[in-house]
């Protein structure tokens, strides 16, 4: 089938390509940026579509011949005045949509069961009506928090658990919320997929659990093995709840507005048997949350890889999928101008670690070394098990390689020494302005306060080692 999918570069979006690629459909993703999205997505049943549905001169006009669309598009993280756009959006996709053959287009709502909603909730109602008031046929599934890591309602959880042993919060913690687990979006987006009695309805979907917001951050607590207590008072304002979620958590101010005036509103879903027309089986709370950090994208997408692509030889394009998180962390990226032979540059980076060392301060990598075997990690005694091919899956020193992609010049590792936290490092040869360049991008996300100092321990260090590091890979010194 050919599918269209708007919104292809948000969170939803990066999950279910993958899910439609394996099932064999043709897509044409709509994205704002051509460049960011394909230096990570290339498949020969991906067309990327560049468009901004904000620019009114724009002709772009969509394959005629589309089945399915999908309408991912939200604005949340922006100024109060979001639901002006986000109706103009619609419009116009809806406007470009009618041209087609699509028999049915799938958005993902959130739940508006209450009298009083909140400004995203309204938005995302009028949304709704917008795309029914069309002459396609129409699926809407309405859900609340969706757990997965990367979302940001996840990862200001996470944020709040994490930094603070007591919690004096807002009364908006007692709103009650059904909370619904990411491979469960998945499933209902893609189940729902040409079922004709789902056309023109819409359908609550969220987990087995109704639970307030105060139940989620103990019960987060509980699966991260840490002790938490938390007092709600009802004296703070919505403006003073709004600083509270911004000093205490990573997200940005306007971001911070509209999840509090969102969290104030009950949203329970209202009962059907969509779950169980589909074959899904719905993941409780906590098993989402321990989901999620066993198998955070990269060890969710890697698992499942190693399964199935070693055994079955399917197609590596799903690799391609696996995105380090931006949401809460610390990176250091450094840029340096290939001037030689890029063979060569690409030989260097995949011949890192070993005995060949990591080109700049093997001893204190080594350092390093010793003092996470000395607290119980792996160390660098792993080594590499040949000097210069490396697979996904390899252990690499105290690394984990996720992503050994030659074609698309890009070497992936995530760490496994003892950190307070989780962290990666990424090399990438890259185009940018007719030029080649390699980039390698430190990310470290932190577990709580000592996380952070950790960070701002080792920044020092970080500057000498990742800057002598990426001077060193440029040189070429090999081919493949």
Same mark, same amino acid.
């Given at each position: 089938?050919?599918?269209?999918?708007? =919104?292809?570069?948000?969170?939803?979006?990066?999950?279910?390509?993958?899910?439609?690629?394996?099932?064999?459909?043709?897509?044409?993703? *709509?994205?704002?940026?051509?460049?960011?999205? /394909?230096?990570?997505?290339?498949?020969?049943?991906?067309?990327?579509?560049?468009?901004?549905?904000?620019?009114?001169?724009?002709?772009?006009?969509?394959?005629?011949?589309?089945?399915?669309?999908?309408?991912?598009?939200?604005?949340?993280?922006?100024?109060?005045?979001?639901? =002006?756009?986000?109706?103009?959006?619609?419009?116009?996709?809806?406007?470009?949509?009618?041209?087609?053959? *699509?028999?049915? %287009?799938?958005?993902?709502?959130?739940?508006?069961? /209450?009298?009083?909603?909140?400004?995203?909730?309204?938005?995302?109602?009028?949304?709704?009506? %917008?795309?029914?008031? =069309?002459?396609?046929?129409?699926?809407?599934?309405?859900?609340?928090?969706?757990?997965?890591?990367?979302?940001?309602?996840?990862?200001?959880?996470?944020?709040?658990?994490?930094?603070?042993?007591?919690?004096?919060? !807002?009364?908006?913690?007692?709103?009650?919320?059904?909370? &619904?687990?990411?491979?469960?979006? &998945?499933?209902?987006?893609?189940?729902?997929? +040409?079922?004709?009695?789902?056309?023109?309805?819409?359908?609550?979907?969220?987990?087995?659990?109704?639970?307030?917001?105060?139940?989620?951050?103990?019960?987060?607590?509980?699966? #991260?093995?840490?002790?938490?207590?938390?007092?709600?008072? !009802? @004296?703070?304002?919505?403006?003073?709840?709004?600083?509270?979620?911004?000093?205490?958590?990573?997200?940005?101010?306007?971001?911070?507005?509209?999840?509090?005036?969102?969290?104030?509103?009950?949203? @329970?879903?209202?009962?059907?048997?969509?779950?169980?027309?589909?074959?899904?089986?719905?993941?409780?709370?906590?098993?989402?949350?321990?989901?999620?950090? /066993?198998? %955070?994208?990269?060890?969710?997408?890697?698992?499942?890889?190693?399964?199935?692509?070693?055994?079955?030889?399917?197609?590596?394009?799903?690799?391609?999928?696996?995105?380090?998180?931006?949401?809460?962390? $610390?990176?250091?990226?450094?840029?340096?101008?290939?001037? =030689? /032979?890029?063979?060569?540059?690409?030989?260097?980076?995949?011949?890192?670690?070993?005995?060949?060392?990591?080109?700049?301060?093997?001893?204190?990598?080594?350092?390093?070394?010793?003092?996470?075997?000395? @607290?119980?990690?792996?160390?660098?005694?792993?080594?590499?098990?040949?000097?210069?091919?490396?697979?996904?899956?390899?252990?690499?020193? $105290?690394? #984990?390689?996720?992503?050994?992609?030659?074609?698309?010049?890009?070497?992936?590792? +995530?760490?496994?020494?003892?950190?307070?936290?989780?962290?990666?490092?990424? $090399?990438?040869?890259?185009?940018?302005?007719?030029?080649?360049?390699?980039?390698?991008?430190?990310?470290?996300?932190?577990?709580?306060?000592?996380?952070?100092?950790?960070?701002?321990?080792?920044?020092?260090?970080?500057?000498?080692? +990742?800057?002598?590091?990426?001077?060193?890979?440029?040189?070429?010194?090999?081919?493949?």
């Amino acid at each position: 089938m050919n599918i269209l999918i708007t =919104g292809a570069n948000g969170y939803i979006g990066q999950r279910l390509i993958p899910v439609l690629l394996e099932q064999g459909h043709q897509l044409y993703c *709509c994205v704002r940026n051509r460049k960011r999205f /394909e230096s990570e997505h290339q498949h020969e049943k991906l067309i990327i579509i560049e468009i901004d549905f904000l620019d009114t001169t724009d002709t772009i006009i969509f394959p005629a011949e589309i089945d399915i669309a999908f309408y991912l598009v939200h604005s949340m993280n922006t100024q109060n005045d979001f639901a =002006g756009p986000e109706a103009a959006v619609a419009n116009r996709f809806l406007i470009k949509i009618e041209a087609t053959t *699509c028999r049915q %287009i799938i958005y993902l709502s959130g739940i508006v069961n /209450e009298v009083q909603l909140s400004k995203h909730l309204e938005s995302r109602w009028r949304v709704e009506n %917008i795309l029914r008031a =069309g002459k396609k046929n129409v699926t809407v599934l309405r859900a609340g928090i969706i757990v997965g890591s990367g979302s940001a309602s996840f990862e200001i959880m996470r944020d709040i658990v994490e930094k603070l042993p007591v919690m004096i919060t !807002p009364k908006w913690l007692n709103t009650l919320c059904q909370p &619904i687990a990411i491979r469960n979006v &998945i499933q209902f987006l893609s189940g729902v997929m +040409f079922k004709e009695n789902t056309y023109n309805k819409d359908f609550d979907i969220g987990g087995p659990e109704v639970l307030s917001y105060k139940n989620m951050l103990l019960k987060f607590a509980e699966v #991260r093995k840490l002790k938490r207590k938390i007092f709600t008072i !009802p @004296v703070m304002t919505p403006k003073l709840s709004s600083y509270w979620l911004y000093f205490v958590t990573s997200t940005s101010y306007p971001l911070a507005v509209n999840l509090v005036n969102s969290m104030k509103v009950n949203v @329970v879903c209202r009962e059907n048997n969509l779950a169980r027309q589909l074959g899904i089986e719905l993941l409780p709370y906590k098993s989402a949350v321990q989901m999620a950090f /066993e198998k %955070i994208e990269q060890h969710m997408v890697l698992s499942s890889w190693k399964d199935a692509f070693s055994s079955s030889g399917a197609p590596l394009v799903m690799m391609n999928y696996i995105k380090v998180p931006d949401f809460g962390c $610390f990176k250091d990226i450094k840029w340096r101008e290939v001037t =030689g /032979e890029l063979n060569g540059v690409l030989a260097n980076v995949w011949s890192i670690g070993g005995e060949r060392g990591w080109y700049y301060a093997n001893g204190l990598w080594k350092v390093r070394g010793m003092m996470d075997k000395f @607290v119980g990690g792996v160390g660098l005694r792993r080594g590499r098990t040949d000097p210069d091919q490396i697979h996904p899956g390899d252990a690499l020193d $105290f690394w #984990r390689v996720l992503i050994a992609d030659k074609e698309n010049k890009r070497l992936l590792l +995530f760490a496994e020494m003892k950190v307070p936290g989780e962290a990666w490092l990424e $090399f990438k040869i890259m185009k940018k302005d007719n030029k080649q360049y390699l980039r390698q991008t430190a990310t470290f996300r932190p577990k709580g306060v000592w996380g952070r100092l950790y960070w701002y321990a080792v920044l020092p260090f970080h500057y000498f080692i +990742f800057n002598g590091m990426i001077n060193n890979l440029i040189k070429v010194q090999k081919k493949l």
